[in-house]
């Protein structure tokens, strides 16, 4: 069973903070990063932000960079992202996946999909 769980998510208000943590229950070792997505309604999937498991390397979408945070907990098969000062336009669901092959930014460079967690922001 490799499939994320992704957890954390919830209504807030603008201004507002929330931390998700995906947990994968087995380590992809052939993975070089985990990524977060997200996917508001009548949307296409984002980025988000991306780590890499073994380094220190990450990335973030332009619209999120300076407010949310993307670190790891390598001992125990976790990705968190910290999203602070949240807006209107964070509202969608969030994903996390395993990266296989292919630019980081990308949705189809990703696998192993988990099942969502529903972040609401009012304004």
């Known amino acids: 069973q490799v499939q994320p769980v992704e957890v954390g998510g919830g209504y807030v208000q603008a201004g507002g903070s929330l931390r998700l943590s995906c947990t994968v229950s087995?380590?992809?070792?052939?993975?070089?990063?985990m990524g977060w997505f997200r996917q508001a309604t009548g949307y296409e999937r984002e980025f988000v932000a991306a780590?890499?498991?073994?380094?220190?390397?990450?990335w973030y979408a332009p619209s999120v960079a300076g407010r949310f945070a993307i670190s790891k907990d390598i001992y125990n098969n976790t990705v968190y992202l910290q999203m602070n000062n949240l807006k209107p336009e964070d509202t969608a669901v969030y994903f996390c996946a395993s990266h296989r092959a292919g630019g980081l930014r990308e949705a189809p460079s990703y696998e192993h999909w988990g099942q969502g967690t529903q972040v609401t922001v009012s304004s």
């Open positions: 087995q380590r992809i070792y052939s993975s070089y990063a």
């Open positions: 780590i890499s498991w073994n380094w220190d390397d990450t």
